[in-house]
């Protein structure tokens, strides 16, 4: 579903990203964790298409990832919501759903402000939502055209426990239905019990890709050490 070869990003000389290559397969939850700097943000921007790569080959289900056929394939959720000041919560969905041509939106999109407890807020414009409502308004809106990869930064931020729970089985959810999720975060918690495979990331490069298992295996780690305890083992400053 997404294949990533060679993805280099400069800023200047400095490589914020240095020459990483990794695949995404159907069906399949991969969390990308790292610390402040690591390039986790910069690769799902330069994926999406918000920042210009440097160097490298992004497919996504085959076509180049800034092509038209790739961006009806994904969704993407930034770390901070944008949302129009404008529009409404309903507006919103609507916009999504006639830009990305969804029949019967208007039942798919009840079932996702119900979900996230919007519903009574479908009137409120964009300008006055708090943080976490927009985090709720931008998480529907990818989710309203049933995209078959969805690009997760920081998802759990500002949101509260129901929808953190909410948004953990819609997760599951998906995955069982074969759609692919890439979740960036730093909340380590929040992916160790989803997620199938974990990338982590230090200074722009993927020091370990693999599922927690694994990676305990590989690089030394008790087999009660959690995946806070590898991540701090494997980004600590040598």
């Known amino acids: 579903m997404l294949e990533v070869n060679g993805l280099i990003k400069k800023y200047g000389k400095q490589n914020a990203v240095n020459d990483i290559s990794f695949r995404l397969e159907g069906g399949e939850v991969v969390g990308l964790l790292g610390p402040n700097g690591a390039g986790k943000?910069?690769?799902?921007?330069?994926?999406?298409?918000l920042l210009r790569k440097t160097a490298g080959e992004i497919l996504i289900g085959g076509h180049d990832h800034l092509s038209v056929a790739a961006k009806k394939l994904f969704s993407y959720i930034p770390e901070t919501p944008n949302v129009y000041d404008l529009l409404t919560v309903k507006e919103?969905?609507?916009?999504?759903?006639?830009?990305?041509?969804?029949d019967n939106w208007k039942d798919k999109a009840d079932q996702w402000m119900e979900l996230y407890d919007l519903t009574d807020k479908k009137d409120k414009l964009g300008r006055d939502?708090?943080?976490?409502?927009?985090?709720?308004?931008?998480i529907c809106c990818a989710?309203?055209?049933?995209?078959?990869?969805?690009?997760?930064?920081?998802?759990?931020?500002?949101?509260?426990?129901?929808a953190i729970k909410n948004t953990k089985k819609i997760f599951k959810e998906l995955k069982e239905r074969g759609k692919t999720i890439l979740v960036s975060t730093h909340l380590i918690d929040s992916v160790e019990t989803i997620a199938d495979r974990i990338m982590i990331m230090k200074d722009g490069n993927i020091i370990g890709n693999d599922t927690l298992?694994?990676?305990k295996s590989q690089f030394s780690a008790t087999d009660d050490s959690s995946l806070e305890d590898l991540f701090l083992e494997l980004?600590?400053?040598e």
Request: proline share 7%; glycine share 6%.
């Open 41 to 49: 943000s910069t690769t799902m921007k330069c994926i999406v298409g």
């Open 92 to 102: 919103h969905m609507q916009f999504i759903a006639q830009a990305y041509k969804v």
């Open 129 to 138: 939502l708090s943080k976490g409502m927009r985090q709720k308004v931008s």
């Open 143 to 162: 989710l309203l055209p049933d995209p078959q990869l969805l690009f997760f930064d920081e998802p759990m931020i500002g949101l509260d426990p129901k």
């Open 213 to 215: 298992s694994s990676l």
């Open 235 to 237: 980004t600590k400053d």
